[in-house]
RNA sequence: GGCCUCGUGGCGGAGUGGUGACGCAGCGGAUUGCAAAUCCGUGAACCCCGGUUCAAUUCCGGGCGAGGCCUCCA
């Protein structure tokens, strides 16, 4: 069986993979916060976990592997769109959340899934995981390790001696950093809330602590321990690197002061960031891209290969020349793979991604592969191997560029050259290449 | 201020205490009416300063530079 080692935050350093039962390895991962269309920073979480899901499943088998990632549903940007969106309509405000909700997760599903990524064992959601939420949060009430206060219910992190470790930050200095108003019913300015008061037109459950709502934190603890039934500790918790404090900090709190100790996850891993041309992307900037306006221009097979080109904890820069170049790549390789159903997977790719998910050396593998294993390798890694999936999307004349190219091969046959590349200029600025060869001319549009 | 990453050829991007991955671009050749595509071949790098060592891009220390987190964020 092929060992994987795979870099543990918590440790801060490359670990042998040890699952706590091979027959069931247990990955959780925190999923979209679904209050608006994913950008392609939320491609990259997708994509390289759902590298590490099939690489678990090839390991471990397909039936032993617990891919749980989550849907954010409660949350106070949701909240402010659906009241939004509601307007002057009377009807509950859950239900409108529902209705959001619904949609922008119908949408990251479709995208997720153009990338080529798995659908997950199971998809909870933090609206149907209340129960679990409010019993945790008692549980917590009882262990001394949360309180009541002004109608919130609050993490007491002094309770916690270890609170900090996944960070390596020390209260003292999270105190001294802080640059946050602290709420005056806070013990310390660190706690956190587990459950907050609802107001009317914010959807709320009832509560011991009346009505009101889950703080986000806490719906990820919850959740992770209603999917993962009969046991404390999953083997692989993953997020981006920006989730380290305080979200995941706060899960381990809340987990481990829930279960007496016993850890959340053995395994932490957090992939890096993506910058979009050399910039943060931002709104202001303009430059935010989402997923699905990106998928009407170029192939997911291409974005995919494309984020994988870069190791998940380094972080990367999304450029469209690199993107051109991720497409030029993959078209000469399903072109070779197309007529070599092959299953074979290379020692070499193997050991790259068992090697802490190394993707940039196993696509350099790849390159390096005899057919049969470059087929393999490409479907293990979640590409789809057929070249349709690589046209271009753009809208073209079909009818009209056949024309021209019987046009051109006329021109051609009289060896009126002149005429032959006019035509063929006259396309290239439309975005149509030509490619002559013995068996005749083919053509593609440009990208 | 605290914590933490990173700095490899024109670009992307692995890796290693000693034989300079891999891809793209470039260059040379084959092919082509000329190109494109394709095929063959090929030059080029390890931020700076110390230290350890027979030997450092690789280990240690310092410096400079870039970035992230500390607030919602993948």
């Known amino acids: 069986m092929t060992a994987l080692r795979l870099y543990n ?65 409660i949350d106070d940007k949701i909240n402010a769109r659906a009241l939004e969106r509601r307007g002057t309509r009377n009807v509950p405000i859950l239900d409108v959340v529902r209705e959001l909700t619904e949609e922008t997760y ?45 109608g919130h219910v609050l993490f007491d992190v002094s309770s916690k001696a270890d609170y900090g470790k996944l960070s390596r930050r020390s209260t003292d200095d999270m105190i001294a950093g802080a640059r946050v ?6 013990k310390n300015p660190m706690d956190f809330v587990l459950w907050k008061p609802s107001d009317a037109n914010t959807p709320g459950w009832d509560s011991p602590w009346g009505r009101g709502r889950p703080g986000w934190h806490l719906e990820c603890s919850a959740m992770i321990q209603s999917t993962f039934t009969g046991t404390d500790t999953i083997d692989i918790h993953g997020g981006g690197i920006d989730l380290v404090f305080p979200h995941h900090e706060n899960e381990i709190a809340q987990s481990e002061g829930a279960h007496h100790e016993h850890p959340l996850a053995k395994v932490w891993m957090h992939n890096g960031f993506l910058n979009v041309e050399g910039e943060k992307m931002s709104k202001s900037l303009g430059n935010f891209v989402t997923i699905n306006e990106l998928l009407a221009d170029w192939p997911g097979d291409v974005l995919r290969f494309n984020m994988l080109r870069s190791h998940y904890r380094q972080p990367m820069d999304w450029t469209v020349a690199g993107m051109r170049e991720s497409w030029n790549t993959l078209e000469k390789w399903y072109d070779i793979v197309e007529p ?31 057919p049969e294993e470059l087929a ?27 024309r021209a190219i019987e046009a051109r091969l006329a021109a051609r046959k009289a060896k009126d050259f002149k005429e032959s590349d006019r ?8 975005g149509i290449v030509l490619k002559d060869s013995p068996q005749g001319t083919t053509w593609e549009v440009k990208k």
């Open 376 to 402: 393999g390798g490409l479907a293990l890694l979640g590409f789809s191997v057929k070249p349709e999936a690589l046209k271009s999307k753009k809208a073209v004349d079909t009818a009209a560029i056949e």
């Open 340 to 370: 070599i159903p092959g299953t074979d997977v290379g020692e070499d790719l193997l050991a790259a991604l068992a090697d802490d998910l190394n993707t940039p050396l196993a696509i350099a593998e790849l390159h390096k592969s005899r």
């Open 106 to 150: 119908g949408v990251y599903r479709d995208d997720v899934t153009a990338l080529g990524c798995l659908q997950p064992s199971a998809m909870p959601r933090a609206t149907e995981n209340i129960a679990p939420m409010i019993a945790m949060t008692k549980t917590l009430i009882d262990n001394g390790h949360a309180y009541e206060a002004s």
């Open 181 to 186: 108003d602290v709420a005056p019913y806070k």
């Open 423 to 430: 035509i063929r200029d006259e396309l290239l600025a439309q």
């Open 9 to 73: 935050t918590l440790t801060r350093t490359k670990e042998d993979f040890v699952p706590i039962d091979p027959q069931n390895v247990r990955m959780y991962v925190c999923g979209p916060t679904v209050y608006d269309y994913a950008h392609i920073g939320n491609a990259r979480p997708a994509i390289v976990f759902d590298v590490l899901f099939r690489l678990l499943r090839h390991v471990y088998g397909p039936d032993h592997v617990t891919y749980v990632r989550n849907i954010t549903d």
